[in-house]
């Protein structure tokens, strides 16, 4: 089993940057990939950003050039910088970890982008 706990989300105005931090437990492996997946309000869940353990990462390109994600390996940690933040990027976020092609998941938190 992988735990994983969030941290982060909240309120804020259009441009402004909210920070999401995701730390995994348990049963990890050093082979995985941890990332961000989001469901706006009355949607399905969707892919925001992914990073592997070798660091390959992947942004849907509804927030390239605004999201920045991160590893910390040692700390088994990922992290999701949001800048330029819009009112369409309100939803709940999701931290995934992704190992031997099983998904485990956050509780999740929200963030909501004011216009």
């Known amino acids: 089993q992988v735990q994983l706990v969030e941290s982060g989300g909240g309120l804020v105005q259009a441009g402004g940057s909210l920070r999401l931090s995701c730390a995994a437990s348990g049963s990890i492996s050093s082979l995985s990939r941890m990332g961000w997946y989001r469901q706006p309000p009355g949607k399905q869940r969707e892919l925001v950003a992914t990073v592997t353990s070798g660091s390959r990462i992947n942004y849907a390109d509804s927030v390239k050039g605004r999201f920045t994600i991160s590893r910390d390996n040692a700390k088994n940690t990922v992290y999701l910088q949001m800048n330029s933040l819009k009112p369409e990027d309100t939803a709940v976020y999701y931290c995934?970890?992704?190992?031997?092609?099983?998904?485990?998941w956050g509780q999740g938190t929200q963030v909501t982008v004011s216009s």
């Open positions: 995934n970890y992704r190992m031997n092609a099983y998904d485990y």
